[in-house]
């Protein structure tokens, strides 16, 4: 794997004195993502007010009145949903939305394994069948162009909600079609998560049904935005302008939230809920709640959510847990079978591809697996009878989801990001996918192969590592307002030079899962610990005295109930 390190840019002295009294180290931290003016440095710190965002358009318009509409008079409406973390954060609080206005809504999520993702025309039919006469889906549908042509057959209004990439720009003749991808300018919208759209129609929703009398409880749409930073960071969209603001008052919501289901899961997560983060959401709340739709039902997570019973709420968060303990299992099964299958016929190929009998459930956690480690697309998918459910994972550089509309006509429904799709297709029609991703990614591919940038932040010296080393200095202070952290805005990334190392080791995890604790000496004689996930297989790399350079994230844990500064290494070279 080719591994370039770049450095950021130094920030100008002006920029920084602009910013005071940031911390120096913050404010180049900024300066590194992009934010090279002052007023964008300041907006970017500040955060928007989320209670001005609203979508704009004539179909937003026609959903808000079509839903009230049909609030006011008793006409079922199907909230049709996705089956994780976003998607079902999505169904609670739109649920959550109408029932406050009296409506007479129920929740559709269709089963991964029977119905696969997105919309489906058996669902729809059973919908009407059963007197649904407005479907509004959240999170998925604005590429089932079939599926709307059978809700006009149907009779049905469908109101499409939704945030993927379009396909072709194209937009199905649905009642409403409300994604901010619409635009054919980027807004500040544009990357919204499905939640965040949804967020935006229910306090539309509100706002409006107020105003025409049909509260039938008050409510403070804020109070969703704990739903909202759940979502939003579980679908790792990008945490810059409203999806950060979102996200930041999102958290503060859920340290606080009186949700006994949320609160069952921080508790048997082991999470301190006063110092929950966006992290905190991604490593271990959106598995536990994504297990449900990933082995069983997504009814589950979606339960869990909206419950108000404490003992039920326990009952639930034991269920997901145990569900999430059997997925980190099965995920490594699937993915060293995928490993060994991918590298069979070349050691290098443009592209990770591999098929087999395996749990769909967790193809696409496998699939980052191999992406993660290879630094290559990767592609893993889950054959049952004659459909093959696949699901990829892409590196900077590569859209798979365009890769797979070159290989649509293969396929009999796809979707997704640049980084992330998922598609299915008929099992005859594997080997033939196969080829044309691999030529799709050979074409694509560099000429010395993919290179995972590690583009550091800053230069941090040992004076200033240890400023960092205490909890309250000025440092972390400042470094604590950059948070949250997650897609498009991560943690910041400090590039350590002048180390010894003293001593290396591996701990925990197989052979080739274990990790990596080198104790090094800095230049003025500080020791410290640099712990390296899943980098076990690299131990061989360095000895006992050995010059060393290595980029780190800061992180704080408790330490017999003290706050520790921990150096998580990312990678590490001896130069030279």
Not at 38 to 52: H, K, S, Y
Not at 60 to 71: G, I, K, N
Request: glycine share 8%; aromatic share 6%; with cysteine.
């Amino acid at each position: 794997m080719n591994r370039v390190w770049q450095l950021s840019p130094q920030a100008p002295e002006e920029f920084i004195h602009a910013l005071a009294p940031l911390h120096r180290l913050a404010a180049q931290v900024v300066y590194a993502r992009g934010f090279t003016n002052p007023e964008a440095a300041q907006e970017f710190l500040n955060t928007a007010d989320v209670r001005t965002a609203h979508l704009p358009g004539k179909d937003f318009s026609l959903a808000v009145e079509r839903l009230l509409r049909a609030a006011a008079t008793g006409e079922q409406i199907a909230i049709y949903g996705d089956y994780d973390v976003d998607g079902v954060t999505s169904c609670a609080l739109l649920n959550e939305a109408l029932a406050l206005l009296g409506a007479q809504s129920r929740v559709y999520i269709p089963n991964r394994f029977d119905e696969g993702y997105g919309l489906n025309t058996a669902a729809l039919e059973q919908l009407h069948s059963q007197g649904v006469g407005v479907v509004v889906t959240v999170d998925c549908g604005v590429r089932g162009f079939a599926e709307v042509e059978r809700a006009r057959q149907l009779g049905l209004d469908l109101i499409i909600t939704d945030h993927h990439e379009l396909e072709d720009g194209r937009v199905p003749e649905a009642f409403a079609v409300v994604n901010p991808k619409q635009e054919l300018e980027a807004t500040a919208l544009h990357s919204l998560a499905g939640v965040g759209v949804t967020y935006l129609l229910a306090k539309a929703l509100i706002e409006r049904g107020r105003r025409a009398g049909m509260m039938r409880n008050e409510a403070d749409p804020s109070a969703w935005l704990e739903l909202v930073a759940l979502g939003t960071v579980a679908d790792m969209v990008s945490l810059i302008g409203v999806n950060r603001a979102l996200t930041q008052r999102g958290l503060e919501h859920l340290r606080h939230t009186q949700r006994p289901g949320l609160r069952a899961l921080m508790s048997i997560a082991g999470l301190n809920t006063a110092a929950l983060s966006a992290e905190h959401i991604s490593f271990a709340l959106a598995p536990r709640l994504n297990a449900a739709g990933r082995l069983e039902s997504a009814y589950q997570a979606l339960n869990l959510l909206l419950t108000s019973n404490a003992a039920h709420a326990q009952e639930l968060a034991r269920a997901l847990d145990q569900h999430n303990r059997y997925r980190q299992a099965l995920t490594q099964q699937v993915f060293e079978d995928a490993e060994q299958r991918a590298l069979a016929d070349d050691p290098q190929p443009p592209l990770l591809f591999a098929a087999g009998e395996y749990h769909v459930g967790v193809v696409g956690l496998a699939a980052q697996r191999l992406a993660e480690r290879h630094y290559q697309p990767a592609v893993v998918v889950g054959v049952e009878d004659n459909l093959g459910r696949g699901s990829c994972r892409s590196v900077g550089g590569f859209h798979i989801t365009r890769a797979l509309d070159i290989c649509r006509g293969l396929l009999l429904k796809h979707g997704g990001h640049d980084m992330a799709a998922g598609f299915t297709v008929n099992t005859e029609h594997i080997p033939l996918l196969k080829d044309c991703l691999m030529r799709v990614a050979a074409a694509h591919r560099p000429p010395g192969g993919w290179q995972r940038l590690f583009r550091a932040d800053a230069m941090l010296d040992a004076l200033t590592l240890r400023e960092c080393a205490i909890w309250d200095s000025p440092a972390m202070r400042s470094l604590a307002l950059l948070q949250p952290h997650g897609s498009g805005n991560p943690r910041p990334l400090f590039w350590l030079k002048g180390l010894k190392l003293q001593r290396a080791r591996i701990f925990g995890g197989s052979s080739k899962e274990s990790h990596l604790r080198l104790t090094v000496r800095d230049s003025l004689g500080t020791l410290w610990d640099l712990k390296g996930w899943r980098m076990g297989t690299r131990l061989a790399e360095v000895s006992v005295g050995d010059a060393l350079e290595a980029l780190v994230h800061l992180e704080w844990s408790a330490w017999n109930g003290e706050p520790r500064l921990e150096l998580q290494m990312v990678d590490f070279r001896v130069p030279g």
